[in-house]
């Protein structure tokens, strides 16, 4: 890649001999496209709260990456609607799913709850159902707008001693979200759960008994003790969950001992590299634990995290060893947990699959959209020699421009994604590419960075443009733009 004398001077004055090294014209690759260092700068620049410093020149490249192949798997026409692939992305969904089947038949086969355990929970008082219709009026309002809402409060008081049903006046009178479409009921909980002046009128109440209008910081208040016939099945679903905690916590306690799980001293050494250098390493067999008849390797701890938010991946190798290696052991009790589902046959039925499809193809459908790539004639377009890279090249760098220019974020790709068209396209990072980028950002500004940002030209033409384009390039995200 050509660079000008002077900014030559520059980075020998900062680098010295390291200068001379052979900077590579591309930081990131991804299906025969390329980033150079110069874009992936202005790609950094256009990431809200993103630093100049090498992770986050990795953790910009991984972006562009999948964002590319993502529209990539569209101007190809990639069969995303096989269900191969759609296991593949719902991976994390799929899994907590059967780990949720897994934990309902642990609950049924362990806790039984006869109808007079019901009761007795009921009649001791312990806990409480409770029916409430607010009208809002938070403290330090005006004398004004608390005396209005008295009185509207008490005009529903009115209403319902007159015989109508409450639930109906809570879904036309209340200021409570969580309960105004629920007839006002809240779910069983534990005396203390709520404000105490709340608590003090619900614990006063008799099985179906209304109260008077009272006040707490939210507002005005009317409540109402439902019946143990109105409330028997909240109850019986309140101890169920109750026990299912104590029976979750039994049997995860009690899997790495049956399983003899052992995390290895040299794990958080090796996660840490992985985070380094995850392109290089995501298919690697290195041991992190062993137990009874397996191990688990750093490719399973890899795709598990990629299922967790990226902001903890990206901080997952600046972990202390102790925190590494419990995270470790988690993940070794995840993976016994489904092994244990897998031996008594826990799977997923029609229903299942067809609200996870449901999901996805929404998700999907929401995304395309997003990268304006619903056109039918978008991956016809892709179809001439060159035409797709070009095509694809443009359609990625409109939408950081875009991003950058609304102020908003890039729209979320949903679920597993990323991962998912990683494994079925080639992709790359140059660490090498990646300096080069933060050398822009730490010697030029933004304006500098853009405007030295090579212009496209064929794959081989001299200048070692990597993007083909026969159309104007696409506006290069200006200083000061933040998605």
Not at 154 to 160: D, F, H
Request: aromatic fraction near 8%; charged fraction near 20%.
């Amino acid at each position: 890649m050509r660079r000008s004398c002077w900014f030559l001077v520059l980075t020998v004055m900062l680098a010295g001999c390291d200068a001379f090294r052979a900077h590579p014209d591309w930081a990131a690759q991804a299906a025969d496209i390329k980033l150079t260092p110069a874009q992936l700068a202005v790609v950094m620049t256009s990431v809200k709260g993103l630093k100049p410093t090498r992770p986050s020149g990795l953790f910009a490249g991984r972006m562009w990456v999948d964002y590319t192949l993502t529209t990539n798997l569209f101007a190809t026409k990639g069969n995303y609607a096989d269900s191969t692939f759609i296991a593949d992305v719902m991976w994390a969904d799929i899994t907590e799913l059967r780990g949720v089947r897994w934990h309902d038949s642990l609950v049924s086969m362990r806790a039984h709850l006869s109808p007079a355990a019901v009761d007795s929970a009921f009649n001791a008082g312990e806990a409480r159902e409770l029916q409430h219709i607010l009208v809002r009026a938070d403290s330090g309002s005006p004398d004004s707008v608390m005396q209005k809402a008295h009185a509207r409060a008490e005009q529903v008081l009115a209403r319902l001693k007159k015989g109508e049903a409450f639930g109906k006046l809570a879904s036309e009178m209340s200021d409570d979200p969580g309960s105004k479409f629920r007839d006002g009921i809240l779910p069983v909980e534990p005396r203390g759960r709520w404000n105490k002046d709340f608590d003090d009128v619900g614990w006063k109440l008799a099985p179906g008994q209304l109260s008077n209008v009272f006040k707490t910081r939210f507002g005005y208040h009317v409540m109402r003790r439902p019946t143990f016939k109105e409330s028997e099945s909240a109850f019986h679903q309140y101890l169920l969950k109750a026990a299912g905690a104590n029976i979750d916590s039994t049997y995860f306690d009690s899997l790495p001992i049956r399983w003899h799980l052992e995390v290895k001293p040299s794990a958080p050494g090796v996660i840490r590299s992985a985070m380094e250098h995850p392109d290089a390493i995501k298919d690697s067999s290195a041991v992190l634990a062993t137990y009874t008849g397996g191990t688990l390797p750093l490719s399973v701890l890899i795709r598990w995290s990629n299922a967790l938010p990226i902001q903890f991946t990206e901080r997952l190798g600046g972990q202390a060893d102790s925190d590494l290696v419990k995270f470790v052991h988690l993940i070794g009790q995840n993976v016994l947990l489904l092994k244990e589902a897998d031996s008594a046959h826990v799977l997923l039925d029609s229903d299942d699959w067809a609200a996870l499809k449901d999901r996805y193809t929404k998700g999907i459908d929401s995304l395309r959209i997003a990268l304006d790539v619903t056109s039918p004639s978008f991956a016809d377009s892709a179809a001439a020699p060159g035409a797709r890279e070009r095509l694809v090249a443009e359609h990625v760098d409109s939408l950081f421009a875009r991003t950058a220019a609304s102020g908003k974020r890039l729209p979320p790709l949903p679920f597993q994604l990323g991962p998912a068209v990683r494994s079925r396209y080639p992709h790359a990072l140059s660490e090498a590419g990646v300096e080069d980028a933060l050398a822009y950002l730490r010697d030029m500004n933004t304006d500098s960075a853009a405007a030295a940002a090579p212009k496209r030209s064929k794959p081989g033409a001299p200048g070692g443009s990597v993007i083909p384009s026969s159309s104007p390039a696409p506006v290069p995200l200006s200083p000061g733009q933040r998605p």
